[in-house]
């Protein structure tokens, strides 16, 4: 069967988009955007997949055509520049549209669009569509165009049409709640509440209450019923945010929830059913984490059915600069002022570490703006320019002892990582080149080593 395609557009690079789709297998339709009722038209007729729109396209008529296709699981792609973006930012977020941004990578839109033919074929054969959406510089509240995002982003519109235990682990200020909301956003969820909670900002006393709800008069201080987050959120998504700090006799008790689908209020008789799409979110490593004690393994390996992990800023690549200047645009129409970034405040801007990511970003440009008047110079940038640079990833001078071994000087190195980094064992890994099994393969081994020589 052939699937249908729209191509509604004034601009001379959707040739481009024509290729990719027919590439994917899409039959394609291409329609003068100044023919708004003739879209609807065909739209009704046809029954397109995929709409790939210009944005050109007014507000007005871009609602007709959402009106038109709502329902239906066709998937709208905005293509367009950054000036226009900003127009079309509440229909992205609320997983009504993809926002591709030009110029536009060929060999990735037409990855992505057999994607959605795939996805076509699969809801003919069972008879019905699921509506799914995937952005690519935009994927609901999440921006960036680097190859780690494209990734994620791919991944996340697989993960939203599932209701799969999804894990979204990575470094503290990386955007892991945007990653749920948008995970939320474009799943069936998206027309119930979203709610997360902080395992880890709980007293330990009140998590089991929190979580599942208490009975009135089932504890000192309980003087009313209370409803817990599981039941709240009805039929909508549920974050269970800084999972690996929950403690470990919850823990047990979330997994036989999560294994059996029911909970019991505290205090309560009854056991009730939740309907709820469960996300867990943590900023450790979650293998760690189990081999830490911190996460029950028979926990991790139920959050875990699928797994992300949000890429830290310094690999971004691009998107710091980008970024960067949403940020600056952000401030200016808040505060009805007109900032720029200067070259070389961007070029210190894509060289810093940024330990804080995209969160000491935010704190970074909003404090630059206020500083400055009308141009940010790097003075203006409260990050230190030495000490953080990401390109500066040497030890420095690693002095090796007279008779040492190859074994003994990876020892050193590795050794000397983890104390430059912390401990962060998952970004010494990628320093050096290895898995994240490797290291832990070799720090076990100097271990077992260092028990035989003290015995």
Not at 124 to 140: H, L, N
Not at 227 to 233: H, L, P, S, T, Y
Not at 412 to 418: F, K, S
Not at 424 to 442: P, Q
Request: proline share 3%; charged share 25%.
């Amino acid at each position: 069967m052939t699937h249908n395609a729209f191509v509604l557009t004034r601009h001379a690079e959707d040739e481009l988009a024509c290729s990719a789709l027919a590439s994917a297998g899409f039959g394609v339709v291409e329609i003068p955007l100044d023919e708004p009722e003739h879209i609807v038209n065909q739209i009704g007729t046809l029954a397109p997949v995929v709409l790939s729109v210009d944005a050109v396209i007014s507000r007005h008529d871009l609602a007709s055509i959402l009106a038109a296709t709502e329902g239906t699981g066709a998937q709208l792609l905005l293509l367009g520049d950054q000036s226009q973006q900003a127009r079309f930012t509440s229909e992205v977020a609320a997983g009504k549209a993809m926002y591709i941004r030009r110029p536009l990578d060929e060999g990735y839109l037409v990855e992505l669009l057999k994607d959605m033919y795939q996805d076509a074929e699969a809801a003919t054969r069972s008879g019905r569509r699921k509506q799914q959406a995937v952005a690519m510089d935009q994927f609901g509240s999440l921006y960036g165009s680097s190859v780690p995002m494209r990734t994620m982003y791919r991944f996340l519109r697989k993960a939203a049409a599932s209701e799969a235990v999804l894990c979204i682990h990575g470094e503290s200020g990386t955007g892991k709640e945007l990653v749920a909301e948008a995970v939320h956003a474009y799943s069936v969820h998206s027309q119930a509440p979203f709610e997360a909670i902080n395992c880890a900002a709980i007293p330990a006393e009140l998590v089991e209450s929190e979580l599942f709800g208490h009975e009135k008069g089932s504890f000192s201080g309980a003087v009313s019923e209370h409803i817990g987050i599981f039941e709240r959120v009805g039929r909508g998504t549920l974050l269970l945010d800084e999972i690996t700090e929950m403690p470990h006799a919850m823990q047990v008790k979330l997994l036989r929830v999560l294994e059996s689908g029911r909970f019991r209020r505290v205090g309560g008789e009854v056991d009730r059913s939740y309907q709820a799409r469960v996300l867990a979110a943590t900023n450790r490593n979650p293998l760690e984490a189990v081999q830490q004690g911190k996460l029950r393994e028979d926990l991790f390996y139920r959050i875990s059915q699928l797994e992300v992990r949000v890429p830290a800023l310094r690999e971004r690549g691009q998107d710091i600069v980008e970024l960067s200047r949403l940020f600056v645009a952000r401030f200016d129409q808040e505060n009805d002022r007109r900032l720029r970034l200067v070259p070389a405040a961007e070029k210190a801007l894509a060289g810093y570490d940024w330990p804080g990511n995209v969160r000491q970003l935010w704190n970074v440009i909003q404090k630059a703006c206020t500083t400055s008047r009308d141009k940010i110079e790097v003075e203006h940038l409260p990050i230190e320019q030495k000490a953080g640079a990401h390109n500066q990833q040497s030890l420095g001078a690693l002095t090796l002892p007279p008779g040492c071994s190859l074994q003994q000087a990876e020892k050193m190195m590795i050794n000397a990582y983890l104390k430059k980094y912390s401990g962060d064992k998952e970004r010494t890994a990628r320093t050096l080149g290895i898995s994240l099994r490797t290291l832990y393969a070799r720090l076990e081994k100097y271990r077992h080593n260092g028990k035989q020589d003290a015995s």
